[in-house]
């Protein structure tokens, strides 16, 4: 859908002039925005001001998109690896017939245990790995991960455990917002996340607490910093809700109500020595009292962790303690406090966090489904007999993304075979036997399925408003053809869908059951069925969202109530077509589902619906932790590091081109006045940082946000491009050639990417 402005002549339309909507796909907000084209480059992007969820918000990384649609690392044909480490490249039929003899000459030799998958979208991508569930099926391929492996798991873990189901905050409204080692100003991580901080700023009867060691660009607008020492977390939240349960300030009646299993954790929050885990986190015991009263008094609370401590020491019992503090406060399924919310796709299967499997190779604990990102490579390379010996990566490139980058560059030589989707040559590509080109996201249907909000959650179907770039296909297409060339399915099988789909998606729904009761074995392939046969009878571009007809139905079924009262009409099967016609047709972003607050409770995943505090793990954690270290510094490593700081102009690995960034090209080394002091550096300079990991020369940055001992290197950084398409060079330095893949959480294994060990000095 296109718009235009009015031109000199009101009858010719300057095709350079129409506004093509569509979205921002740099973080998990996935902001709506206008674009102007010029031929194929992406010339300005606006707000959408039309869109449901974002309003015409934008944050600056929007402004040049460009860079991701449109440079020299884009890839045009599939290739394969020849045995000198150069790549041909080879048409689609051959390159996929020989990723599918690749793929099951693996498995057929030893076993689909063999086989892994990895990735399968970032953060504006989420059909990718719809359908590469469908080739993940095909191919019998039961171990995975991605991502949310290596960041979210504790977290996961802990919702399963108290909630059955994630949780959100209404940050929009809450009386008092707290941000735990998050800073929304840079990463967002809800709606509208700068517009949000500056009116709780700007509010004298709301408040704001940010526990983060440095000074961030939100800690600047909060009423309570609470600048903990890196790694301390656990101490000051503890602390927090120590004062909570000390001076009588737990909601009781909340807690009777409404929970089950509390009384363990309360008592031991009870034994809590405020003043000396005050002074082992380093806030002023004033302060953090004044604070914790704040967060109990208050009519609404809502919470949100990150990086900063989902990535640091203690990060699981964190997770359990941050989620306590709006528990003991009673601050659920109310306005401005946390919320459950519907899902189109849930990102995790909290059942199978509570199930608690093993990795097969490891023995560690598997996460909703996913192994733990820092075993990957020891799953690969090892001799146990149901190591990895394949893989297949979309949408991720972990070689530069996943601790340990030695690590995983050995893995990628000891798979047997690996093939990478991408739209660029990534550093995880240049080491896969097999790369097949994506067309990008603005090439194709897509869409996140990051929609969180309460009681109104949206959801944003994309249209392509570019053509694919010659030489790629969209995943869909791969996937389908995959699995063709698995002998799945064939024509004959697919042309009574094909004929129901274009009478109609009621019609098209009784063929489908049909289908599923003739062929069960089917069930795992259904996204590439939906493509080859409901989609081919949507609009120009769209047969990638046939796989949501699937998810809607399930909303339907799922959220009846919900789905009406969001003005979506029809009984049954109806109801689910209409909301699938309505994302088919809207370039704003819809609202399908509209809750009551009570609903919240409704939407626990718990068996008695009510919220089941007590974790016995961690609760002895808890316990435990007066006699934990707050310090992880030696002699030898008088620093911490945090490895992946989210600035203005980081974007994961999504951009790959320097250029986008119009300041600090390379993302310099932060470090506080006092050590630059010490050290003898000025802004501008260089110095070497090394770990235990690995040692790489960063231009520094004097920062007087950054607290004595803690420094900081930007993600993102650190990877191959050649601006005249030539061969590649980084730019800055890759985070994880500085990281390892033991340093990490006991439960969940995510890295402590924020508390790296590190020495510094001054190159010459
Ligand atoms: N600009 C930008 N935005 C992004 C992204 C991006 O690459 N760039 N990536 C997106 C993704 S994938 C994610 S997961 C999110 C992550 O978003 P965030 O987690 O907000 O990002 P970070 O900057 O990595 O870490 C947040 C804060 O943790 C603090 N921190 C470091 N150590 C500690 C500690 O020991 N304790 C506490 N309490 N805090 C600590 C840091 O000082 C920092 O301010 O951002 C998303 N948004
Ligand atoms: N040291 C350190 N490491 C970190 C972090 C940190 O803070 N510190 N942050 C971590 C976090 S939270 C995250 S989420 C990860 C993110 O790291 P990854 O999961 O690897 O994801 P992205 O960087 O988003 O990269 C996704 C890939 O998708 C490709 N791509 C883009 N569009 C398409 C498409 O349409 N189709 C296909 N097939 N590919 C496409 C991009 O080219 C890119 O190679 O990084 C993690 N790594
Ligand atoms: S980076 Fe995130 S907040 Fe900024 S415009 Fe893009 S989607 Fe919106
Ligand atoms: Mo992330």
Redesign the pocket.
């Known amino acids: 859908m296109t718009t235009t402005e009015p031109t000199a002549a009101a009858d010719v339309v300057d095709p350079k002039l129409e506004w093509h909507k569509t979205v921002c ?1 740099l973080c998990s907000n996935n902001c709506g925005v206008e674009v102007r084209l010029d031929d194929r480059e992406i010339t300005r992007v606006r707000g959408n001001k039309s869109h449901v969820a974002s309003k015409g918000y934008t944050c600056e990384k929007a402004l040049r998109l460009n860079h ?1 649609q449109n440079n020299t690392g884009r890839l045009t044909s599939p290739l394969r690896r020849e045995a000198d480490g150069s790549y041909t490249e080879v048409d689609w039929d051959t390159a996929i017939s020989e990723v599918v003899a690749g793929l099951t000459g693996v498995r057929d030799t030893h076993g689909a245990k063999s086989l892994m998958y990895y ?1 399968g979208g ?4 989420h059909l ?1 790995g719809a359908y590469g569930s469908a080739t993940r099926r095909a191919l019998g391929i039961t171990v995975r991960s ?3 492996a ?2 979210k798991t504790g977290e996961a873990w802990v919702d399963g455990r108290l909630f059955g189901t994630h949780t959100h905050g209404d940050f929009h409204h809450a009386e008092v917002s707290v941000f735990v080692g998050k800073n929304p100003w840079h990463s967002h991580g809800f709606d509208e996340a700068r517009r949000v901080l500056k009116d709780i700023k700007a509010d004298d009867a709301r408040s704001m607490v940010v526990i983060d060691p440095r000074r961030s660009e939100t800690a600047d607008l909060a009423d309570f910093h609470l600048q903990v020492k890196p790694g301390t977390d656990a101490f000051c939240i503890a602390a927090l809700g120590g004062v909570i349960v000390q001076e009588g300030l737990v909601d009781q009646t909340f807690l009777d109500e409404n929970t089950t299993g509390s009384a363990d954790v309360v008592a031991e929050l009870g034994k809590v020595d405020v003043a000396s885990y005050a002074t082992r986190c380093g806030v002023d015991e004033d302060l953090l009292r004044t604070a914790a009263r704040r967060i109990a008094t208050a009519e609404s609370v809502a919470v949100l962790e990150d ?1 900063g401590i989902e ?1 640091a020491p203690n990060s699981t019992l964190v997770s359990y303690l941050q989620k306590l503090l709006w528990i003991l406060s009673g601050s659920f399924a109310k306005p401005g406090g946390m919320t459950t919310h519907s899902a189109m796709a849930p990102l995790f299967n909290y059942s199978a966090s509570r199930r608690e499997p093993a990795s097969p190779v490891t023995g560690s604990q598997v996460i909703s489904d996913l192994v733990q990102c820092n075993e990957i490579p020891e799953m690969v390379s090892t001799d146990h007999p149901d190591r990895i010996r394949a893989m297949f990566i ?5 070689v ?4 340990g980058g030695d690590d995983w560059r050995a893995a990628m030589a000891d798979l047997d075979f690996s093939v990478v ?4 040559m ?1 550093e ?2 240049r080491l896969a036997s097999y790369v097949l080109p ?4 603005y090439e ?1 249907a ?1 869409a996140t399925f990051f929609s969180l909000a309460f009681p109104d959650n949206t959801f944003t179907l994309r249209a392509p408003i570019l053509e694919p770039l010659e030489g790629t296909l969209p ?1 869909p297409e791969i996937h389908a053809r995959i699995v063709r060339e698995l002998g799945l399915y064939d024509d004959e099988m697919l042309a009574p869908l094909r004929e129901a789909a274009a009478d109609g998606l009621e019609a098209f729904g009784v063929a489908m059951m049909t289908a599923a009761a003739e062929h069960p074995e089917l069930a795992g392939v259904a996204p590439v069925i939906l493509y080859e046969t409901l989609g081919q009878t949507l609009p120009e571009g769209m047969a990638g969202a046939a796989v949501l007809w699937f998810s809607t139905q399930q909303v339907a079924m799922k959220y009846t109530a919900a789905v009406r009262a969001a003005s979506i009409e029809g009984d049954d099967s109806e109801l689910g077509n209409n909301l699938f016609r309505k994302l088919i047709e809207s370039r704003d972003g819809v609202v399908f589902t509209h809750h009551e607050y009570e609903e919240s409770w409704n939407l626990l995943k718990t068996d008695d619906k009510k919220i089941s505090v007590d974790i016995p793990e961690l609760v002895a954690d808890l316990a435990a932790l007066a006699d934990m270290p707050t310090d992880h510094r030696t002699d030898e490593f008088p620093f911490i590091l945090a ?4 600035r203005s102009f980081t ?4 951009i ?1 081109d320097p250029a986008w960034r119009k300041k600090d090209a390379e993302g310099a080394l932060r470090l506080s006045p006092a050590d630059a002091e010490a050290v003898g550096v000025e802004t501008g300079g260089r110095i070497r940082v090394t770990t235990p990991g690995g040692s790489a020369v960063a231009v520094v940055e004097v920062n007087d946000t950054m607290q004595d001992g803690f420094i900081s290197l930007p ?2 950084m650190g990877l191959d491009y050649s601006p005249a398409g030539g061969n590649p060079e980084a730019v800055g330095i890759s ?2 050639e ?2 390892t893949v033991d340093w990490k959480d006991e439960y969940a294994g995510t ?1 402590w ?2 508390h790296v060990p590190a020495k510094l000095e001054v190159v010459a």
């Open positions: 796909i991701y990735g970032g953060q504006g991508n990718v991605n991502a949310l290596q960041e990086l990535m979309e949408s991720a490139n972990p530069h993304s996943l601790a989707i991408d739209v660029a990534t995880t590509a994506a067309s990008s996201q194709k897509e995943e490895a992946g700081e989210r974007a994961n690995t999504i790959r993600n993102g985070p994880n500085l990281t890295p990417h924020k």
